[in-house]
């Protein structure tokens, strides 16, 4: 399988602040997309920003952005203004390109964000 | 909508014994996943179907097998639990696979296996 590598198992913020959580990847395919899932004490995954390999604009979804560096493989999300429900562990995405037929993706093994009141 | 909608949410098995974790879906999407999500290892993909009548092995296969009985339903099958397979398992769907559709996941079943 390809690799996921979010580098950092644990973050803290506190609320009103910026966090930026990191992500880096290795597939080798030259168009395709990148996630970033949520995952809250509920065990729900939720998707909280996509990312199209080909757009030189990093995506955007209300709080929630993303840096992509595609030559470094990297794509970070930052999240302004935490809150307090943001607290969650939050998982990176990219397509295994490993796996015959369609490619699925591969996940990071997450990063556990605490936010502080 | 109920979008993916995983059976049981809890379940307890003896080493040795068989059960089949049941997923569907309503979204009409062509590609179903299952994972397992293990303390520090994030999730990791056991088998997949990029469309109905197709399945095909992920990352950790090895105890399992899937059935994908129609569009909609898609199971995963463990025939003699082993302890290493205490685990949480997500079933999930995407409208086409190739990696460039988002995947919905249902809620999850915890399986403990004594």
């Known amino acids: 399988a390809q690799t996921v590598t979010q580098s950092q198992p644990e973050m803290s913020v506190q609320e009103a602040e910026t966090v930026t959580l990191s992500c880096t990847y290795d597939?080798?395919?030259?168009?395709?997309?990148l996630f970033w899932y949520k995952q809250p004490p509920s065990r729900q995954m939720i998707l909280v920003i996509r990312?199209?390999?080909?757009?030189?604009q990093n995506a955007t979804e209300n709080r929630f952005s993303v840096n992509f560096q595609k030559a470094a493989k990297s794509f970070s999300l930052k999240i302004s203004d935490s809150q307090l429900g943001d607290a969650a562990m939050y998982f990176c995405?990219?397509?295994?390109?490993?796996?015959?037929?369609?490619?699925?993706?591969?996940f990071g093994k997450g990063t556990r964000l605490s936010v502080i009141a | 909508n109920a979008g993916v909608t995983q059976t049981p949410k809890f379940q307890v098995l003896k080493t040795g014994q068989s059960m089949t974790l049941q997923c569907a879906q309503d979204?009409?999407?062509?590609?179903m996943y299952w994972y397992r999500q293990d303390p520090g290892m994030g999730l990791r993909l056991i088998y997949y179907?990029?469309?109905?009548?197709?399945?095909d092995k992920g990352e950790v296969p090895n105890g399992y097998n899937v059935s994908r009985l129609n569009k909609r339903e898609f199971s995963l099958r463990l025939e003699s639990a082993a302890p290493s397979q205490t685990s949480v398992y997500f079933c999930?769907?995407?409208?086409?696979?190739?990696?460039?559709?988002?995947?919905?996941f249902g809620d999850g079943t915890r399986l403990s296996i004594l």
């Open positions: 990312q199209e390999a080909y757009k030189q």
């Open positions: 995405a990219s397509p295994d390109t490993c796996l015959a037929g369609n490619t699925p993706l591969v």
């Open positions: 597939t080798s395919e030259s168009d395709y997309y």
């Open positions: 999930a769907s995407s409208e086409v696979g190739g990696g460039n559709q988002p995947q919905h």
């Open positions: 179907s990029a469309s109905e009548g197709t399945t």
């Open positions: 979204m009409n999407h062509n590609s």
